[in-house]
């Protein structure tokens, strides 16, 4: 069992930036691929990035793709989303997850096994 909690979320304007962090208990950290994902009031959940057990491979929605940075500390059992050039379309609730191997749809939520319960981030204009 693995409970992951996100932190970082808040009100900033656009053009700013956010770092979010998710925090996982247990010592098996380093074998979970971790992603996050975002869902916006009356949408559904959509895939923002997702990273490898070693860190070595990542992976982006197009929305986010130069915008948003995925990376692990496995040391300290953490995965952060720092988020820059932030837009009001970017304000959503962003849950983190975490995936046991196989791994072959990054980007599918049905390939997450955890879930964080989430953390709001919202853009103003």
């Known amino acids: 069992q693995v409970q992951l909690v996100e932190s970082g979320g808040g009100l900033v304007q656009a053009g700013g930036s956010l770092r979010l962090s998710c925090v996982a208990s247990?010592?098996?950290?380093?074998?979970?691929?971790m992603g996050w994902f975002r869902q916006a009031p009356g949408k559904e959940r959509e895939f923002v990035t997702a990273?490898?057990?070693?860190?070595?491979?990542?992976y982006y929605a197009d929305s986010v793709k130069g915008r948003f940075t995925i990376s692990r500390d496995n040391a300290k059992n953490t995965v952060y989303l720092q988020m820059n050039s932030l837009k009001p379309e970017d304000t959503a609730v962003y849950y983190c997850?975490?995936?046991?191997?196989?791994?072959?749809?990054?980007?599918?939520?049905?390939?997450?096994?955890?879930w964080g319960q989430g953390t709001q981030v919202t853009v103003s204009s």
């Open positions: 997850a975490a995936a046991r191997s196989p791994w072959p749809r990054p980007s599918n939520t049905y390939e997450y096994n955890y």
């Open positions: 990273i490898s057990w070693s860190g070595g491979s990542t």
């Open positions: 247990g010592r098996t950290f380093s074998s979970y691929a």
